[in-house]
């Protein structure tokens, strides 16, 4: 005698029958999801910068609100009772919700899976509430009432900071910002201030971040940290300390002549904290590393701004007869210590030192 579905009646010649139903009946008997973790799903979003929270954890909305509503829902599923093997497959499309007023929304969950090898997998839909409450996160309150933990500060003895060192000092920190936020929701800059020429003044939300960020830019400008804390108040009977780190750029810049291992040289350029040199006499060129750009390793023979003009008089190699644009003298050098292309009447740029006079590049 052949089985029969003790539901709906069913013979094992019209469907099969598994554990005494048939397949539609086993489908109903034995549902996929048996229970949710909770009856709807609660998430805030803050209404400054639209990143969400989930049991009390917020998380940053990078492109779409929806995309981490998706992977909060897919961690919700995973807690819930199920049927082993049970898949979520479809979520109806709810689109990004409003983030300037709390909002419900229902969502139709589809899974699929089969709690019995000798039934072939079947879907199951539910319906979930996801609620969207309205708030602001930790960071933006703090930093709407413009909290920080440290402060960085970019200055240079004897010297002003040039308008080209703010413009890559600038553009240095939002390199390093875009990098850190993603991992560090305090990784904010609260104020910024320029301090016209005399240095810049960053006033950071982490202390981490300012540590992270001072030592990036004193790496970058060849420069030196001084580190600082002073007590700033007392939470909750512990001492709350503000940090300062001064980046001290050094007294030479781009242009200048120095004294590097005893040979003169000027200064081309910074390469990511790296110093790239010119050697004045052998015309070389040479690119230290970051610990032989630290300015304890160079001494400062000519600032670039005190480089003595010179007038090409004559060009008469292996000769070269140049005047002083400032005093008129003349005076006649190998042509070897000028650069090549020069013609009569050219003026440049050179570097009166005690073994010669040297063309330097005018930057």
Sequence with gaps: MGQICCKC?????????VEGFCLSCYALEFPLIISFPEKQLNITACKVC???MYHSKWRQVIDSPADIIHEILDGFVKKAKKAKGTKLMVVSDFGDPPFDIASKHLLKIIFEGSPNAEVPPYQQEMDLN?????GVCERCAKFNRGYFESIVQV????RDINEDEQRFISELIKTKKEENFGGNRMAYIAKFEDQTRGGIDLYIGSENFAKNIAHYLAENLAASIEYSTKLKSVKDGKPVYLSTYCIRVPYFEVGDVVEYQHESHQIIRFVFGRIELFNLKTRDHKTLSHKESHPDNLIIIKKKVNLPKFIIMALQPPNVSLMNSGSFETIDINSQFIF???SDGDEIIMADLPNGL?????I
């Design 358 to 362: 040297f063309e330097c590049f005018d």
């Design 130 to 134: 996801l609620i969207i409450n309205i």
């Design 9 to 17: 009646g069913k013979t094992d010649s019209e469907e099969k029958i």
């Design 155 to 158: 200055r240079s003895d004897q």
């Design 50 to 52: 639209s990143d969400l």
């Design 340 to 342: 090549e292309d020069h």
